[in-house]
T-cell receptor
Framework: NAGVTQTPKFQVLKTGQSMTLQCAQD?????MSWYRQDPGMGLRLIHY???????DQGEVPNGYNVSRSTTEDFPLRLLSAAPSQTSVYFC??????????FGSGTRLTVV | AQTVTQSQPEMSVQEAETVTLSCTYD???????LFWYKQPPSRQMILVIR??????QNATENRFSVNFQKAAKSFSLKISDSQLGDAAMYFC??????????FGQGTTLQVKP
């Protein structure tokens, strides 16, 4: 049972490049979320999903896109990376919003 | 709208002593859960304790307990007999059936030997 798997663990992008952060879970969880963590600001919700085909914006959605075509996967897309998107990104999943499992995070640097 | 607020950026405690981390929340959801997460330098998010907001009884997990004051919308974490391994960032968070898990800003806990 792998839990929540995030790839890659580290990434350096140039301004304007695009990339997709991958998140997969094998626990048949309906709820999945993406967060960014910046010093002094805790974890801020980017986008979340309550099931396949359903996504919604969180607290800081600008510059990020998501889709949820399967229960298992919830990729986060940066269409045109900016230095302000330098952060640590976490994916989380939950069966029923009563307890969440987190991935190990992706450290993204945009230069 | 949901909000979770931690007003203590840093706290310090002597080993074996007790420390309390504060958290307040606001939500209009009736079925709401509150969490404390620990994040050590490894960045791993570790669930410390969970409280169901419709239950008045305070949750306890070994040396960790909460003081849940529903009317005041307060959810503080008490760590008893603090150990060096308790040093970490602690986050308060809340979630309802909309699926939005919202975090506070975090409190860095230092444990002094």
């Amino acid at each position: 049972n792998a839990g929540v798997t995030q790839t890659p663990k580290f990434q350096v992008l140039k301004t304007g490049q695009s990339m997709t952060l991958q998140c997969a879970q094998d626990m048949n969880h309906e709820y999945m979320s993406w967060y960014r963590q910046d010093p002094g600001m805790g974890l801020r919700l980017i986008h979340y999903s309550v099931g396949a085909g359903i996504t919604d914006q969180g607290e800081v959605p600008n510059g990020y896109n998501v889709s949820r075509s399967t229960t298992e996967d919830f990729p986060l897309r940066l269409l045109s990376a900016a230095p302000s998107q330098t952060s640590v990104y976490f994916c989380a999943s939950s069966l029923d919003y009563r307890g969440y499992t987190f991935g190990s995070g992706t450290r993204l640097t945009v230069v | 709208a949901q909000t979770v607020t931690q007003s203590q950026p840093e706290m310090s405690v002597q080993e074996a002593e007790t420390v309390t981390l504060s958290c307040t929340y606001d939500t209009s959801e009736s079925d709401y859960y509150l969490f404390w997460y620990k994040q050590p330098p490894s960045r791993q998010m570790i669930l410390v304790i969970r409280q169901e907001a419709y239950k008045q009884q305070n949750a306890t997990e070994n040396r960790f307990s909460v003081n849940f004051q529903k009317a005041a919308k307060s959810f503080s974490l008490k760590i008893s007999d603090s150990q060096l391994g308790d040093a970490a960032m602690y986050f308060c968070a809340g979630s309802g059936n909309t699926g939005k898990l919202i975090f506070g800003q975090g409190t860095t806990l230092q444990v002094k030997p």
